[in-house]
């Protein structure tokens, strides 16, 4: 069977609300996707006649020296498909990536138990919309092309925080399975082809990152906006390692949702998270970062010493998103006027508070004074309904409910914008860029080929870096 030239395409993310709360069960978080889409782009390795590679060769086309080439083979006992990173035949000196190495283990692991397909070499490539990451000579992205070439290695580009490793590994895993499956096997946009797509990249996801998380950033990358409650740890906790015996079938049951005594139960709630017409959701990038895992392991921390005053607290919490997710629905059924968003704006401040409230018993920077400088002044600006730092806060990007007219307003305070603090001790906010994401209704999609057309052709023709007649940041 010819296998197909293929391309899939997952949103970003912001969780507006919900930071923390939707690693436990008991809460929710409101999620939306975003228009920033990292894209994968798959097909059949070239190879000269009579020819055998058994090589899967992976590049990133857009940073320097991304490139990564890999053997696999079969192990034992049902243990999976095993790859290999190829010593001495990869232009990346930046080691290994391991979201794109466990992404492909885990693809070709489920499919060597669905099919007989050879898997043969393949050559894939990853593209990705430019506002997943900064680039802060510049104020505003809204001339800027769609793919750029970043000019430096991807361990020097900042990341805005718009979720790129699960829109990558929910990317890469469909995109594997779009090329190695027929239709009838994937059925992409069916519920249940969905749902096994969505299973697939949150084991992924979970074992390239080292620990099971609430998924939400993974589940917003296949459906898109919604309002999401996580799925129960235990449904991932047995699924051992690529290699281990029987992990063929232990994936394939937990990709298409078998075992009945380990069944997938998040919730996902489409209709629930809706922006109004006439108010934008927008993200601002500060250009700073953070490492957001240390960060949920100092809150969980202070939440177990400290039960009964963090439960409380987190039960505030949930009544305050709650509040925004159907004050949103609510202004988003008719007509409005600058005065109807000011029950938005005043249920924004509160969960604000809380969030602070949270900061502080925690000792952790949810939301950082500078961000706080930056929310306030922003908020002072007319149409700007309310904002926070979204997820679980820090330095990335912050996110603002802002009316369409005020858009023009924002944009000149931004180009201008000095943070007061001079706080040697911490990051401190330079330039803040708008980026021209806006609210994402859909999830996970099939593109045309095409679109990538000069980047693919580069990434074969050229040595990785070298794409001087593409759109440049440098």
Known sequence: MSRPQVAISAPGKVLLAGGYLILDRQHTGLVFGLD???HVHVQKLPTSPGAVLPEIIVRSPQFKDAEWRYGYRETEDQGGIEVIQLEGHSASAQSRNKFVETALAYALSYVSNTSNTNIGSTSMTIVADTDYYSHPESTDCTNQARFV???????????????SSAALVTAFTSAVLAHYLDQSQLALYSDSGRARLHNLAQAAHCAAQGKIG???????????SCVYRRFSPSVLEGLGQVGSPGFTGRLRAVVEDSDPSSKWDMQIDKSAAVIPHGLRLLMCDVDCGSESVGMAKKVLAWRKENAQEAALLWATLQRGNEDLTRELQRLAQGCRTSSDYRNLSDIIQTIRSLIREMSGKAQVPIEPQVQTELLDACCQISGVVGGVVPGAGGFDAI???VQD????????????YTSANTNKDGPVVGKVRLLRVKQEIEGLRMEESTMYADWVRL???????TFSDLPSLG
Do not use: M, W
Request: net charge negative; hydrophobic share 40%; charged share 15%.
């Open 214 to 224: 609430s998924g939400f950033d993974v589940a917003a990358a296949v459906y898109g």
């Open 405 to 416: 007219e005020a858009l023009p307003s924002l944009q000149r305070f931004l180009d201008t």
């Open 399 to 401: 996110a603002l409910l």
């Open 149 to 163: 070439n970043f000019n430096l290695p991807l361990t020097e580009v900042h990341k805005t925080g718009l979720g």
């Open 36 to 38: 920033a889409r990292i």
């Open 459 to 465: 990434s074969h023709d050229q040595p990785p870096g």
